[in-house]
């Protein structure tokens, strides 16, 4: 079993900053691809970004490229997501989610592929 707790949510003015952290515990976190997801009031679920288990590889949506970069220190069991530039549409909770994979450069960009889930840290941004 793994567990995910996401931190660095808050709130902040639009053009703002956050960092948010993913800790996972589990030790061999080097073998989980990883994913941010985020779900808005009244949204569905959306992909935000993705790295592969060696961290060699990632993707981003659309809607986040250019402005969200994704990390991860898999020393530390930990996963990032870098949020610049931020808009009132990036409101949402924000949720990490883990894929085992023996594919080190693979990333996953839809939800079905993760077999892990945190509980998310809300984001609001404010205009």
């Known amino acids: 079993q793994v567990q995910l707790v996401e931190s660095g949510g808050g709130l902040v003015q639009a053009g703002g900053s956050l960092r948010l952290s993913c800790a996972a515990s589990?030790?061999?976190?080097?073998?989980?691809?990883m994913g941010w997801f985020r779900q808005a009031p009244g949204k569905e679920r959306e992909f935000v970004a993705a790295?592969?288990?060696?961290?060699?590889?990632?993707a981003y949506s659309d809607s986040v490229k250019g402005r969200f970069t994704i990390s991860r220190d898999n020393a530390k069991s930990t996963l990032y997501l870098q949020m610049n530039s931020l808009k009132p549409e990036d409101t949402a909770v924000y949720v990490c989610?883990?894929?085992?994979?023996?594919?080190?450069?693979?990333?996953?960009?839809?939800?079905?592929?993760?077999?892990?889930w945190g509980q998310g840290t809300q984001v609001t941004v404010s205009s």
């Open positions: 989610a883990a894929a085992l994979t023996v594919q080190t450069m693979s990333v996953f960009t839809n939800s079905r592929w993760y077999h892990y």
């Open positions: 589990v030790r061999t976190f080097s073998t989980y691809a």
């Open positions: 790295i592969s288990s060696s961290g060699g590889t990632t």
